[in-house]
């Protein structure tokens, strides 16, 4: 696999999906990727960006096209519905994470990973210092960890109406605080962070770690995102990071070149799962 490039695979042509694909037709000679196919729910969205032979119609063909790494950046649903599969013919980068609550498909995830010795990788996304979170799980130190998701209402997709009533210049309002587990089907689109947080901090869990989002109208220009990890013995650590946005975005500017930089990791780490 070395001597030739990773065939990529993206499912999705959001915002970030065409900043993938731009940035691997750009550069991917360069580090080694090559485009495999594009899928997108809406195909008429494909047609003037990319080359007729790149264009997935039926999301179940992707095993015609010898993918290496597939990247799923559209929604959750898609995760549950071709998940298994994607992992079962390929290393599989899932960039809604939230997907994973569901606590039977993140095991049949893991045993199809197993199986078929291929890596789900999970992108650390807007999670800072998730890595060490990982560290602290894994030794045993970690005893609590919660995440706080602070955005202009309008960077908000959440189920249910919940958001639907908010006005200019009311301020902050809490719209949630329980469990991620709890959290992700509210918020699917949202809070892959926490998702990503709550995978490193496996022993803990989606339902172990704590989530709150906040719809706040003062933040106009960036998304706030404050990690808190509780250890041992008084031991404490509090991130507070500041994600430039646009009105409306729900992901930050700073996310898509995290996102880029966990793609240059997915070249295969076994049958597991790897926050990257």
């Known amino acids: 696999m070395a001597d030739r490039p990773l065939k990529v695979g993206v499912v999705g042509y959001g915002h970030l999906g065409q900043f993938l694909v731009e940035k691997i037709q750009r550069e991917g000679p360069k580090v080694g990727l090559q485009l495999a196919f594009v899928w997108n729910r809406n195909p008429d969205k494909l047609k003037d ?61 893991r045993t199809a990973a197993k199986q078929h010795g291929k890596t789900l990788y999970v992108p650390s996304g807007a999670l800072w210092g998730g890595q060490d979170i990982q560290k602290m799980n894994d030794s045993g130190t970690l005893q609590a960890l919660s995440i706080r998701m602070s955005k202009h209402p309008s960077c908000f997709r959440l189920t249910g109406g919940l958001l639907s009533d908010w006005t200019e210049g009311e301020g902050r309002r809490v719209l949630f605080h329980g469990s991620v587990a709890e959290l992700c089907p509210i918020a699917p689109n949202n809070v892959n962070t926490m998702a990503a947080a709550a995978i490193a901090a496996s022993k803990l869990g989606f339902h172990g770690v704590t989530g709150e989002i906040i719809s706040d109208t003062a933040l106009a220009d960036y998304h706030i995102v404050e990690v808190e990890v509780i250890g041992p013995d008084g031991f404490s650590v509090t991130t507070v990071r500041q994600n430039p946005a646009k009105l409306g975005a729900v992901t930050g500017n700073a996310t898509y070149n995290s996102f880029w930089s966990s793609l240059l990791v997915c070249k295969g780490h076994g049958g597991r799962v790897y926050l990257c």
């Open 49 to 109: 960006s990319l080359p007729k032979e790149l264009i997935l119609h039926d999301l179940s063909d992707f095993t015609r096209r010898g993918t290496d790494v597939i990247v799923e950046v559209c929604h959750p649903q898609i995760v549950k519905e071709f998940g298994v599969r994607f992992v079962s013919h390929a290393h599989f980068l899932v960039g809604s994470p939230s997907a994973l609550s569901d606590s039977q498909l993140e095991h049949e995830l």
